[in-house]
C-alpha cells in the first residue's frame, strides 16, 4: 500500500490543536483559541517560515484534498448542532426588549465601521474581478459576529450564566447573531450571483424553498420522529442515522444552489424541536466528535490560507485598522444600546466585552469568505488576528469590570442552567 501522509497530517494537526489549548487554557482563555492558534501556526506564517522545506512537504497540495473533505464534514456536524442549541435563554425573555436593542446595536454599528473600512481597503486587500458590495458587505458581516459558544463558556467559568448581565448577553448575542447569519447569507448570493439578477433571483428563491422544505416538512416530521422514539431521552441508532442523513441532505441541497453547505446544515438543526433531551444526546454523540477530532483540521486549512504578506508594507495599517473598527464597534455598539436601556455602565460595558468575543463564528465566516472568493489571503490573515484577539481580550475586560471581590453584578435568576459551550 503506498504511503499516505494523512495520517502524519492528523497526529501533527491534533496534537498541536490539544497543546496549544491546554496552554491557552493555564492563561485562563478558552480552549477553542489555543486550537485557532494552532491553525496560524502550523500555516506559512510560522511553521511554513521556520522550516519552509518541510512544511512544504507535510502539507503539498496534492495532500490537502482528504483533510479538506474531512474539515468539511466537521464543520457541517458542528453547524448542525449550533443551529440544534440556538434558542432564547431560559429566564431571558423578560429581558427580550432590552437584548433586541443591544443586538441591533452590537450589529449595526459593527456593520457601518465595516462598510467603511471595506471603502479604505479595497482597492489594495479585494481579489481581482470581486465587486464592491460584495466585499463590502462581507466586511461588514464579519464585523458584526458575536461567538455565542464563547461568550457562554467564559460566563458558565465565572458563575455567570444565570446573572442578569449573563442572560442579557447570551440573549443579545443570540439576536445579533441571526442578523449577522442573514447578512451573510446575502453576501454568499449576491457573490455566486454576480451581475447576472435573473441568477441572484433564482438563488433567492431556491434558498427559500428549501428553507420552506426544512421547517414545514422535516421540522414537523422530526418533532414527530422524536417524540415517538426518543421520548425517553434516548435518541437510538436509527434517528440518530436519519438526523446525520437529512444533515447531509440539507447541506448538500444549499451546496447546489451555491450557497455554503453550512448554512443547509445549520438550518436543519434550527428546525428541531427544542429538546434539552435531544440536545444533550447530540452534544454527545455527534459535537465531540466534530470538535475534538474533526474541527483542528478545519483550523489547520485555515491556517494554511494565511500569509506573511498581510503584514508587509501597509498591512500593518490595514490590520490595526480592522481590529479598532472591530472592537469599538462592537463594544460600543453594545454599551450605548445597553445603557439606553437602562442598564449601569459597568453593565453595559460589561456586556459590550462579552459581545466582543467573536471566537470560531468568526472564523467560519472568515473561510465561507475566502471559499466563495470574496476575500484573498491578506484579508483573511488580518481577519484571523482580529478573531483571536478579541477573544482573548473578553476574559481580561471582563475581569476589569468585574473584580472578583465585587461579585456578580446581580443576584442569580432562577433559570435552567446554559450547557457549557466553546
Known amino acids: 500500500m503506498a504511503y499516505s501522509p494523512l495520517l502524519l497530517q492528523l497526529v501533527i494537526i491534533l496534537g498541536t490543536a490539544r497543546v496549544l489549548g491546554l496552554l491557552l487554557r493555564f492563561f485562563g482563555q478558552p480552549p477553542v483559541i489555543g486550537e485557532m492558534a494552532a491553525g496560524l501556526v502550523l500555516g506559512p506564517v510560522v511553521l511554513g517560515a521556520i522550516a519552509p522545506a518541510w512544511h512544504a512537504q507535510l502539507f503539498a497540495p496534492a495532500t490537502l484534498p482528504a483533510l479538506d473533505s474531512l474539515s468539511q464534514i466537521g464543520l457541517v456536524l458542528f453547524m448542525f448542532i449550533v443551529g440544534a442549541e440556538l434558542r432564547m435563554p431560559d429566564g431571558a425573555r423578560r429581558q427580550l426588549i432590552a437584548a433586541s436593542w443591544i ?9 457601518a465601521l465595516g462598510l467603511g473600512v471595506a471603502a479604505l481597503v479595497y482597492p489594495g486587500l479585494a481579489p481581482v474581478g470581486v465587486g464592491f458590495w460584495p466585499f463590502a458587505l462581507f466586511m461588514a458581516a464579519a464585523m458584526s459576529i458575536t461567538a455565542f459558544p464563547v461568550m457562554a463558556r467564559i460566563l458558565k467559568e465565572r458563575s455567570l450564566t444565570h446573572t442578569e448581565l449573563g442572560q442579557l448577553s447570551l440573549a443579545s448575542a443570540a439576536i445579533a447573531d441571526v442578523l449577522a447569519w442573514i447578512m451573510l447569507a446575502l453576501v454568499i448570493v449576491l457573490a455566486g450571483a454576480g451581475h447576472d439578477w435573473m441568477k441572484f433571483a433564482r438563488l433567492i428563491i431556491g434558498t427559500v424553498i428549501v428553507a420552506a422544505i426544512i421547517f414545514g416538512v422535516c421540522g414537523p416530521l422530526f418533532a414527530r420522529l422524536v417524540a415517538r422514539h426518543a421520548a425517553d431521552g434516548n435518541v437510538r ?53 466534530a470538535v475534538v477530532g474533526l474541527m483542528p483540521i478545519f483550523f489547520a486549512l485555515a491556517g494554511l490560507s494565511t500569509t506573511s504578506k498581510a503584514f508587509v508594507g501597509a498591512g500593518f495599517g490595514a490590520l ?9 464597534g462592537k463594544v460600543l455598539g453594545s454599551a450605548v444600546t445597553a445603557r439606553a436601556s437602562g442598564n449601569s455602565w459597568r453593565m453595559s460595558l460589561s456586556v459590550g466585552s462579552l459581545m466582543n468575543a467573536r471566537g470560531l463564528m468568526e472564523l467560519i465566516v472568515m473561510k465561507v469568505g475566502i471559499d466563495i472568493g470574496v476575500i484573498g489571503p491578506e484579508l483573511f490573515t488580518m481577519l484571523l488576528v482580529m478573531a483571536l484577539v478579541t477573544t482573548v481580550m473578553t476574559g481580561p475586560a471582563l475581569s476589569l469590570l468585574m473584580p472578583a471581590s465585587r461579585g456578580s453584578l446581580h443576584a442569580p435568576l432562577p433559570v435552567v442552567p446554559l450547557r457549557p459551550e466553546r
Open 320 to 328: 490595526a485598522l480592522i481590529l479598532a473598527a472591530a472592537v469599538f
Open 237 to 289: 441508532s436509527g434517528l440518530l442515522a436519519l438526523l446525520l442523513i437529512a444533515t447531509f441532505a440539507a447541506a448538500a441541497a444549499t451546496s447546489y444552489l451555491g450557497v455554503h453547505p453550512v448554512f443547509g446544515a445549520f438550518l436543519f438543526g434550527a428546525c428541531l424541536p427544542r429538546d434539552n433531551r435531544l440536545l444533550k444526546t447530540l452534544v454527545e454523540r455527534v459535537e465531540t466528535l
Open 103 to 111: 443586538g441591533v446595536g452590537s450589529v449595526v454599528l459593527p456593520m
